[in-house]
């Protein structure tokens, strides 16, 4: 769904909105793999013995202005038989004005089943353009907690 929204009719802003939901049966076997490549990781499943239908849902919406600056957001939820719960959110957010960029896409994960985990990812960066050169700072850093009956997993 798309609606333009605007502040006295200068500032136009598109209004876009998502919701997704898939079903994986507990019998399904599928003929090659049909998910991201980092779907194990960015959900903690990695080599876990999980069975059971999988439920995966999304819903998120996302203003974007002129010089395709915006903001997003979105939650989602991943269940796997009563093995696995999953709640992700998402933030994505690009500024842009006179040569002056900012972008920033973080999630965090938190998950409960036969182990809780705490999943912080972030990437961000900073800049202004000049007429010859590009300035600017970026910040990537994951922070991943895996904790098994109470007990820091990593410790």
Do not use: C
């Amino acid at each position: 769904m798309e609606m333009e929204i605007g502040y006295r009719d200068r500032r136009k802003w598109t209004h876009t909105n998502q919701r997704e939901f898939e079903l994986q049966g507990n019998n399904f076997q599928p003929i090659q793999w049909f998910r991201t490549v980092e779907f194990d990781r960015d959900w903690n499943v990695r080599s876990q013995p999980f069975t059971g239908n999988q439920y995966l849902s999304n819903a998120g919406i996302k203003f974007v202005g002129k010089n395709n600056s915006g903001i997003g957001y979105d939650f989602e939820n991943f269940v796997w038989g009563t093995d696995y719960v999953g709640f992700r959110n998402n933030l994505d957010l690009n500024l842009r004005k006179r040569g002056f960029n900012y972008t920033a896409d973080a999630s965090w994960l938190l998950s409960d089943g036969l182990e809780q985990t705490s999943f912080l990812r972030h990437k961000m960066s900073i800049s202004q353009n000049t007429k010859y050169i590009k300035i600017g700072a970026e910040d990537i850093h994951e922070l991943n907690e895996k904790y098994v009956n109470g007990i820091d997993f990593y410790s």
